[in-house]
């Protein structure tokens, strides 16, 4: 009895061997059959040693992708690719990552597009300003006399008259009025510089004739008022009256293009001052220089 139970123990030990035996002796079979056939190709089609080389690898390669038995093959790629959990963390981990790079490329972006529209603004601005000085540089608004008496600040009209205004400045650029005498002083009436050869009688400024102006004929009747004479300037130059007065018929010769706003004081001591016949005075008075200025 025990004899029988050995030889089945071993026969069935044997029994894997025997087919793992036949199983070799028949791939070795298989691919001495294969190498066989893969030389009589080459000896009947003439391959090259590069191309055959080839051809057997992809017949081995067949060979052993059809070994494979697809059901085991399945099973095993389930296996290793079956799901995995990711934790809730990890979700809000990255989300936070991603919103903070989205917000940090935002801000970025739009740091530089406002940067580059400020500069680009700035230079469209600066070469605006360049330009426009360029054309039309400023005119001052303000002209201040020095006096041998005091200051005498001057607002300029150059709304009401553009042309006598830029004539004025022209002059005080030139240097014309620097020196210049009062020479005509008439009390409750005029001063007046720039011509002083003149021996016209006081009643020549008052006649009475057409009112005319590039102002308002109101500023014309009024004290303290900067103004000069129609005619063209020749080579005497250009003529100053300052009115001491309000004055209700100046003839259609004098220009108004200014009023004093400060050194009221200053022009009532000029006209105080003491004068011959001609009305002349008889102490030298004068303008030491002009200052144009745009502010005060």
Sequence with gaps: MCGELEQGSNGREEEPRRRRLEKRQRGGAQATATGQVLTATRERDGLPARSFVRLALFIVLIRFMARIKPQALLQQSKKK????????????????????????????????????????????????????????????????????????????????????????????????????????????????????????????????????NQLSTSLKHEAFMLGTSKEKHDSVGFKLFITTAPIPDLNEKVNVFGRVIKGEDVVQEIEEVDTDEHYRPKSPIGIINVTLKQKI
């Design 81 to 212: 690719k079956g799901p995995s959990r990711v934790s809730m963390t990890t979700i809000l981990l990255y989300s936070l990552i991603v919103v903070v790079m989205v917000f940090f490329l935002f801000s970025t972006y739009r740091h530089w597009s406002q940067r580059s529209r400020l500069q680009t603004e700035d230079r469209s601005v600066l070469e605006g300003d360049d330009f426009t000085d360029m054309k039309r540089p400023e005119v001052p608004r303000y002209a201040v006399f020095n006096t041998s008496k005091g200051l005498i600040t001057v607002e300029l009209y150059k709304e009401g008259s553009p042309e006598v205004v830029d004539e004025f400045i022209d002059s005080c650029q030139n240097g014309h009025f620097r020196g210049m005498l009062f020479h005509r002083v008439i009390k409750h009436f005029v001063i007046q510089g720039g011509d002083v050869e003149s021996h016209e009688a006081a009643e020549y400024w008052t006649s009475r004739g057409k009112h005319y």
